[in-house]
């Protein structure tokens, strides 16, 4: 029983680093099937009855309701035991079970400098941060301050001390243009209306893609795959259909790849590149591949676009292309897409 311990305890340190390192650079990271770790931040402020300012503080938190699998996590697996996504995702999903069942056979977990996730009242998860903001704040050299402000003795002594310092101004010393505010309003609204039509005019951009984190397990646009496989795949399709298809009826070069595409669109698995929000994305980056050699195809999904170098109702041959030297050697971080 001691090993099978130790075991449990290795994988909840390194599930708890990965959580500590992404949380350096990430406001939420999500454990799939268990819970997210956010990041919780409050702004400075200033306690008037103490006559302090209180510093930024930061705090770790954890909701059990945002559970779904974003990737973040096996990225970072990925990246730190140099494995495959698939392989990565399996490590991961193992180390979350492991502590899922030390939780309920000791009813708590301790993860690393992080804090414990415990059990509560109707065996609803729990967490207790092992630093508290101040603590936090401390050891990032952030500290509360005193600042007194001196009151005003009044308001007749206030106003005669304001028309002492105007009628006591020394231009010597000062300078001092009077701007009528309605003026000054009149020039930022012209201003505004010339910096918009200067916009208007100027060209703009060509790229319309942004550069952000993927929400699926992509965080890098790789380059493709070989596209001897799909023309393959294309010119098979075209031979099955041609007996049936007469001269009259043949469809332009354009219609073929349209039906083409559309029939590998229907395969079962795809050997994904790239993921996108949107079509125009999606669309822009096969064409920036167009001089490629290979050919990219858009498969699109209910909220997604991914960018397929080939595809295949054969699981294996896409694992055995995914597996081989070149294409590891070359696009560590591609993975296959199973279409439900």
């Not at 822009?284 to 676009?305: E, M």
């Amino acid at each position: 029983m001691i090993p099978v311990k130790s075991k449990t305890l290795t994988s909840l340190e390194q599930l708890a680093l990965h959580i500590e390192y992404l949380l350096l650079r990430h406001d939420c990271v999500i454990v799939p099937g268990f819970g997210a770790f956010i990041n919780a931040r409050k702004a400075a402020r200033y306690d008037a009855s103490e006559s302090r300012w209180y510093p930024m503080k930061r705090e770790v938190r954890f909701n059990k309701a945002v559970n779904h699998d974003d990737g973040l996590l096996a990225n970072s697996y990925s990246r730190k035991c140099s494995l495959p996504f698939h392989e990565a995702r399996i490590l991961l999903n193992s180390d979350i079970r492991r502590m899922k069942s030390l939780l309920e056979e000791e009813g708590e977990v301790s993860l690393g400098r992080l804090g414990t996730i415990f059990l509560g009242e109707e065996n609803t998860l729990q967490f207790s941060p092992i630093t508290t903001p101040d603590q936090m704040g401390r050891e990032m050299g952030l500290i509360s301050v005193a600042a007194t402000i001196a009151a005003t003795e009044g308001k007749n002594e206030s106003s005669k001390n304001s028309k002492d310092r105007i009628h006591g101004f020394n231009p010597e010393k000062n300078y001092y243009i009077p701007v009528n505010k309605t003026i000054a309003k009149m020039a930022a609204s012209l201003m505004v209306v010339l910096i918009v039509a200067i916009m208007s005019v100027l060209p703009s951009s060509r790229r319309t893609a942004e550069d952000r984190a993927s929400v699926l397990p992509m965080t890098e646009i790789l380059d493709t795959a070989s596209s001897e496989k799909i023309e393959s795949e294309i010119l098979r399709q075209n031979k099955d259909d041609e007996h049936a298809v007469s001269e009259s009826d043949i469809q332009s070069e354009s219609d073929i790849i349209g039906d083409s595409v559309s029939r590998v669109r229907e395969k079962e698995f795809f050997l994904i590149v790239g993921t996108f929000r949107s079509e125009s994305e999606a669309d822009n980056f096969i064409r920036s591949r167009k001089h490629d050699s290979c050919n990219l195809i858009s498969v699109p999904s209910k909220t997604l676009f991914r960018v397929a170098a080939m595809a295949s109702d054969d699981k294996s041959e896409l694992v055995k292309e995914l597996n081989s030297e070149k294409f590891r050697s070359s696009y560590p971080e591609g993975w296959i897409w199973e279409n439900k």
